[in-house]
């Protein structure tokens, strides 16, 4: 051994070795266990790192191969598991200093250029990932604080130079990504992102130790966090910081940040959880360095103002540096090289956020002091952000970043609560607002519109104190409101908040008036430029109805008023051509006259703009009522005299100036040479003198318009009003508005705005002149009704209203050029019922054609918010309202009658067509002109194409889904509303469209598209069949004939091969649609009981004629649509059984053919089944499910007709088929997975079965009494095994296990129905056996489940009296076992769905069934404690609802059927409750983008839930009363935690109104006083909201309560 251990040693020293073989010598001893060296691992650590720093201090050569063997083998050694076992056992191992130093050296140089690299950088970065990954290896850096900091810098470095290098060539780095970030974070459109991932694709650089650079980062930075922690010298820790780490590490975190956004992130494989630990340990570093509690003292001195004293600071006040704040932001201007703005720009928030998290907190008695201590050191950092115009101009493409920053800064204030503005004003000199106004002057002086953060500063400062930006009020509402001229989304979507913010602040404040006024003196300023933007979007209008609604009335009156008087004071001059100004235009020339008419149409347009204005502040009035006092009445009296005078000085000027421009235009003629050409050059101007005309004329329309409706509504309302537009002069204003005249004022009606609002204004007469009795009496009356309501219609417009997608708020105040035909189908369709009696026939058709034309257009709405014409159209054709229109009703069915034939005659036609020929020969093809004749030919043709498949009219595919489209229409129609001529003629046109039709087509999908053109029209003759007045289509043909025609047309087509195979959805759907109409029909003749046996024989005769079985070359379609046809009328037919003995002995004799038929049918369908299941197609055989269908109902009929036969043997015809039969089903229920139905089915068919047998054995039971009695006791214990069997089946997932529980049910019901104890006893000790927990445990939760199944449906039961005693005499202990299930469960998330969920169901039915059986409240109690431990935490909102509602319901069960618990048990009710609301709140908080959506519906439904709750816990008082400030406090303190949805905390604000109704005074008081800070605040601003909006509204309901 001493051998081995000196031929290693000797060679691996001696210079002779060449280096190859040192290095196999040396791996060799590394991994072999029989070199015994001394301290083994450290020798040959210390050999590497020998070779290593001599070959690069020059002291040894070796060939480049040799180097890179030795790093490689380095890097094994370090990452070896036979060092690390060496480690852990406590051996000494460690690197040496001079090996740190050269790993220093090498990563310095990695940040240069990597490419002259003697070793690979993966190589080098894995040998320092090595070395840090052991806290023994890295002593060698740990120990040396300045080592580490060194380390820290170079892989800072080297990072940097990586993320750098990810990008395309050519781009300046730190700049471009915080591009990019910038436009991420203000939701620009990431074309600078796809850009980047382009060129990046295109880059031969490739990059493969980027995802390595980052994890030793990781490494690098959590290894120093600890040696950080371990210095005693902060001081040292700040000074290396400040002067090594804080600009590499700013720029560092920069970089990451961005790289989440740009292409680099992807390009070096970074994780994004991996960016985030970086970031989160370089912000760990910063604090503690920086913002440590050492430092706090030497913060104070240097930030806050002294107290009084000389100036002098005594020794050994702080031990901490001088001044921090100053040393550090000094070290961010002064980096070598500068540090991108950029990156400056995104470190000062950073600096503050580090700031508040380590000194904003404090006990209370230092609160003050705290806040201000962050205050000035706010002060402190905002200068780095150069935006001072002492600092110079701030680069344009520098103030995007610089308001980002801004608004950071900002925001952190304002959510910090520094801001103290009593304790500012009155002990601080209003340093603070003196402060902030200096920065709303910086942003007013150098205002940036264009910038989304700029709107968002100046909403925080609001937000901070409405009198920060009150000195420069009017320069806020120009540019940010009334001359913002950016109509950028992001910019426009930032406006909007902020004038909202703005209104909702000055609705509070009670300023509205002072708002207002300064919002007019700005509009009515002259315009910077030819165009101002619009002034009020969809946004700040909703807004400004919400303030004006939360306003005292006489403000609103108020407000009004000033813009009235603004409009009269300063926008009335402006449209007036004064005397002088004509020869001032003779002596300045053409310069002049454009100078006026761009002063008018200025003008034009503000006054247009206020009439916008005023038009919403009316409108969103509270009207004047009888209750409202006098000087209100007299103050809207004033309001609407001022308006009168106004619109009759606009329409004066509007007739001077129609006057003047006649005058000028026949004098041209006249004129001399000369003066030709003057007026050639006046000519000009010409269309500007129309445009500022249009546009007063649009403003005065829409300012009568508002007032008419005003005055109306008060005068209506309020009697002390006296109203100035006289009812009895209604027809006179309305001729004058048919010639568009208004005071005798002739009107120019071109624009889109003048032609709404004209309509609206005759209709605001008609409906005056349908108030004045008089006026009604005249017999001109009628004759200009009919003509204003053609004015109204406009038919030439309404045709054009179908054309386009347009889309409109609703605000009448909006319209324009392209929503103004919107606005017109509006003002048609909503006053329908106004117009309806004075519609002619043509107006009517054009309703109709329109109404049509749209509804097949489907447009969709792009905002939930707007209408267009086509849902506007299918709103109507939803609604009621058409059907009580019989004029326009007819129209609507006349306009898709001619639709169809339209289609029908454009069609291929294989042979002549009766029918079609006589419509053709009619010359308009009116639905009218379809006489008794017509009719007749359309019968005839229909039997003709039924007996024998003809076909007259083939369609495409196109043709056939615009008949389907139609069909959807029609589908929607309240055939209720069909006279009888309507009714006959589209039955029998939809009828002659089943039979002598067909689709064709070389498609793959045409049999689907032929089958659903068949069901759309079966679906819509049964609904047409249930219509009133469809005994007019019997009297044309009968109703066997018709049922006949249509079953022998689906048999022709299914011969034919024209559906796809019978397991497909398409052709079960047919199946089903037939049924229906089947019996639809057959229930409309035995209502009527005319001819029914006649009707009925026919029936039978038709459906027995054909037997299945002799029909060997028949499709399966046509046996499944036989059978189907068969089932239908058994079943219709035995639903009228016993109604009468005339119609049973009709009906009996026609369910026995039918039933003789149905029996030999299924018995040769079942032996096809059974012969063919193994050779034939499945598409070749019939549902399983059917069959058991089709002989549950011919056993139900022949119990049916048994029943009424009066029959003294009970034998049934089928008596040898159904005994099989079950037990097949028994057998086949749990073999092997089953379709859903055929399980529902099989149920259903046990059901009638165990009745069957119950009865048919009655009058055995004297002879064979026990045997029978035996059987009856086997089929039961049979059916309850194999049904407890089925309920335990592994491939039954939750939702089918719900779709089985009605049948379930149903069985029970039947099985329980005449049950004996002795029977009911062995299905309550199965439930007893099955609830147990050790299964549960076990992992047999279906078993289980399966008990708790049964247990909630037998519970549902209706029982024998016996048996329901016996029931809830154990129903305790079920309760109790269910707990116990539910809490085991509870521990086992994944279980929550599958078993926990059902069994709180089960435990809520068996506590709504139990009400008053139920005694002990023990065991109610005891179910309140398994529900709190239901789990609602990490859960999929799917998952979440349901949890959520099994919780809610168990909870109503027990507040509704067991108040008598709620005694003693309300604080456990209200624990459980209270999850739900901190459950709610923490899933409805705000989420950003993710706040749409399916999951947002969920939590939304559950916030309803709770709302519910709220006002059941306060209808109960009694059990609460003491409670209710508890929950109100509990209520505010949640939300105090988190941000909530409007739309869920409008819901759960509701709700707690409700307990708020219960607080009395002295609790609202005890709430005040015992809150903590924040959480009072939200109480206080809830109570505010509660005594302003709930509570009048309370009281005044109160007042009609009895």
Known sequence: MAAIYSGIHLKLKSPNTPWEDKLKLARFAWISSQCLLPNKEQVLLDWCTYALTGWYNKKVEFSQTVLEGLWSCLNDFLHSRKLHITLK????????????????????????????????????????????????????????????????????????????????????????????????????????????????????????????????????????????????????????????????????????????????????????????????????????????????????????????????????????????????????????????????????????????????????????????????????????????????????????????AMESLLSQALSADIYNVAGDRIRHAEVQLTFYKSLAQILFNQAQPSIPAWYRCLKVLLGLNHMILDPYFDELLSSAWVNADCMETRVQRARQMMLCSLLQTYTKLRQLPRFFSELLSVICQPSLDKGRPPLLSAGISASLRTSILDTPPSQGLEICSLVVENMRKYVLPGLVKKDGEAEKMEIDGVSGEEKRDWEQEDASMKLFSLSQLLHILLFSLKTLDNASPLPLVRQGQTLMEEMRKLLHDLLQLLSTESKATKVNVSSVPKATKKRKKKVALEESPKASNSLWQLKTQDSVLLLRYSWIEVDTLFNIYCSKYTPLDSNAEALTSIENLLNSEINSVRLHPGSPISFVHLKLLTLQQIKKVLLDSASLAEPSTSESLQRAVGFILARDELRLCSEGDHMWDGQMSSVDSSTHRVAHWFVVISNLPLLAPYLNREDANCIANVLVTSLLSKQSSRCKDQLSVSLISSQLIHSSVLGELPSLFSATVGSLSQRIFGVLTAAHAPQVCPTLEKYQEAQNGEMELLSALVKQTIVEDMSVCSQSGKVFVLLSDAQTKELIDLLSIFSSLNPDGLNSQDLSCIFLLLAFMLTSTACYSEASYSAHCCAGFQVKLLKVLACLVEGKNFHSVLKIIHGGTLLQAVVSTMLWHSKKGRFSSTGSSDWLDLMKATQDFIIYLINLILIRNSSVRLNLDQIASFLTSEDTTSNPGGSIMSVHLRLASLAATSKAMA???????????????????????????????????????????????????????????????????????????????????????????????????????????????????????????????????????????????????????????????????????????????????????????????????????????????????????????????????????????????????????????????????????????????????????????????????????????????????????????????????????????????????????????????????????????????????VERMYSHIAAISENFTTLSAFMVAQYVTELQKVTLRPDIKLHLTEGIYHILDLCLEHDIKFLTTSLQTGVREVFNELYSSYTHYHKPQRQGEDKYTV
């Open 89 to 404: 056992e406590g051996k000494p191992v460690s690197v040496r200093l001079n090996m740190a130093q050269l790993l220093l050296n090498l990563l310095e140089e990695c940040s240069g250029t990597p490419t002259t690299l003697s070793v690979g950088v993966s190589t080098l970065l894995s040998v320092c990932q090595g070395i840090l990954s052991s806290s023994t290896l890295s002593s060698v850096f740990t120990t040396k604080y300045e080592l580490m900091v060194s380390l820290v810098v170079k892989v800072c470095s080297f990072a940097c130079h990586q993320l750098q290098q990810a990008l395309p060539s050519g781009s300046h780095q730190p700049e471009l990504i915080t591009d990019t970030v910038s436009l991420h974070t203000d939701d620009q459109n990431s074309r600078t992102e796809v850009i980047l991932n382009k060129e990046l694709e295109e880059s031969p650089k490739k990059i493969t130790s980027g995802a390595h650079v980052f994890e030793l980062l990781l490494q690098v930075l959590t290894s120093y966090l600890s040696v950080q922690r371990r210095q005693a010298n902060s001081n040292r820790v700040f000074t290396s910081v400040t002067n090594q780490l804080l600009e590499p590490l700013l720029l560092l975190r920069h970089m990451l940040t961005a790289a989440e956004y740009a292409a680099s992130h992807t390009y070096l494989s970074l994780r994004q959880h991996l960016c985030r630990d970086v970031r989160v340990r370089i912000d760990s570093i910063l604090q503690l360095s920086l913002f440590s509690p050492e430092h706090l003292a030497s913060y104070k001195e240097e930030l806050l103002p002294s107290k009084g004293d000389t100036g002098k600071r005594g020794p050994g006040v702080t031990k901490g540096p001088l001044r921090p704040a100053n040393a550090v932001l000094c070290k961010l201007g002064s980096c070598e090289p500068p540090l991108p703005y950029s990156v400056k720009s995104n470190s000062v928030p950073l600096l503050f956020k580090l700031f508040l998290e380590s000194y904003r907190k404090c006990r209370a008695e230092n609160e003050e002091e705290h806040r201000m201590l962050c205050f000035y050191y706010h002060t402190k950092l905002l200068p780095a952000l150069e935006l001072s115009p002492s600092d110079g101009p701030c680069l344009p493409e520098n103030w995007c970043l610089a308001l980002l």
């Open 1135 to 1505: 639903s009228y059984l016993g109604r009468s003995k005339s119609m049973d002995q009709t009906l009996t004799q026609s369910l026995a053919r039918i039933a003789s038929s149905m029996g030999s049918a299924v018995e040769s369908v079942l032996k096809a089944q059974n012969v063919g299941e193994a050779g034939m197609q499945p598409t070749c055989l019939l549902s399983p499910a059917f069959v058991v269908d089709t002989v549950t109902v011919m056993l139900r009929c022949e119990m049916s007709s048994l029943a009424v036969g009066g029959n003294d043997k009970t034998i049934l015809r089928q008596e040898n088929l159904y005994p099989g039969f079950c037990q097949q089903i028994l057998k086949e229920m749990n073999s092997a997975a089953r379709p859903i139905d055929f399980l529902v089915s099989s149920l259903h068919f046990l059901s009638a079965f165990y009745m069957a047998a119950m009865k048919t054995g009655e009058e055995e039971q004297e002879k064979e009494e026990e045997k029978k009695v035996k059987a009856m006791d086997e089929l039961y214990a049979q059916i309850i095994q194999n049904v407890h069997k089925l309920l335990t089946a592994p491939w039954l997932s939750p939702c089918d296990v719900c779709e089985l529980e009605p049948a379930v049910q149903n069985l029970l019901h039947h099985l329980l129905e005449n049950s004996t104890p002795c029977k009911f006893s062995m299905l309550l000790t199965m439930i007893n056996n099955g609830l147990d927990t050790c299964k549960l445990s076990a992992g047999n939760y279906k078993e289980v489940l399966a008990v708790v199944i049964i247990a909630k449906l037998l519970s549902c039961c209706q029982l024998p009296e016996p048996c329901s005693k016996a029931l809830w005499l154990v129903a305790p202990q079920i309760l109790s076992a269910m707990v116990f299930l539910v809490r085991s469960s509870s521990q086992v998330t994944s279980l929550a769905v599958t078993f926990t969920i059902p069994t709180v169901t089960a435990m809520t039915t068996l506590l709504r069934q139990g009400e008053g059986l139920i005694r002990n409240p023990h065991h109610v109690v005891l179910i309140l404690g398994a529900l709190h431990a239901v789990p609602l935490d990490h859960l999929t909102a799917v998952v979440y609802q349901s949890a959520f509602l099994a919780i809610h319901e168990a909870l109503f069960a027990i507040i509704q059927c067991h108040t008598q618990v709620m005694l003693n048990a309300a604080p456990s009710f209200l624990n459980v409750f209270y999850r739900l609301v901190t459950s709610i709140m923490q899933e409805g908080r705000q989420r950003g983008a993710a706040d749409t959506g399916g999951e947002s519906e969920v939590y939304l439904q559950c916030s309803r839930l």
